[in-house]
């Protein structure tokens, strides 16, 4: 079993910034996987953020395309995603996920394992 423990999530004016890192708990042995980022504001669907391919190929959502960046540290098992300019509207629980796969992925059907979320919350 496959944990994913999110982390740095919190209260920020907005234009500020934040740093969000995901822990995954497998060995190496399981690579190559991709990792990433989606999200879950109040009433609304999860939707994608980014995501990254072992080879570090990535993707993101045009809404966040910009500001936001990920990366990740392969002999860690983290992803980070740096959120930069916040916005009101980016405030969501941002969810970790990780798909075993060779290729990024931007839809939340086929994600093998989630975090919990970390809540991510922009003042005006």
């Known amino acids: 079993q496959v944990q994913l423990v999110e982390s740095g999530g919190g209260l920020v004016q907005a234009g500020g910034s934040l740093r969000l890192s995901c822990a995954a708990s497998?060995?190496?042995?399981?690579?190559?996987?991709?990792m990433g980022w989606f999200r879950q504001a109040p009433g609304k669907e999860r939707e994608f953020v980014a995501s990254i391919t072992w080879g570090d190929r990535t993707d993101y959502s045009e809404s966040v395309k910009g500001r936001f960046t990920i990366s990740r540290d392969n002999a860690k098992n983290t992803v980070y995603l740096q959120i930069n300019s916040l916005k009101p509207e980016d405030t969501a629980v941002y969810y970790c996920?990780?798909?075993?796969?060779?290729?990024?992925?931007?839809?939340?059907?086929?994600?093998?394992?989630w975090g919990k979320g970390t809540l991510v919350t922009v003042s005006s």
């Open positions: 996920a990780l798909k075993f796969t060779q290729d990024y992925f931007t839809q939340a059907d086929g994600v093998h394992y």
């Open positions: 497998l060995h190496s042995f399981f690579s190559p996987y991709a």
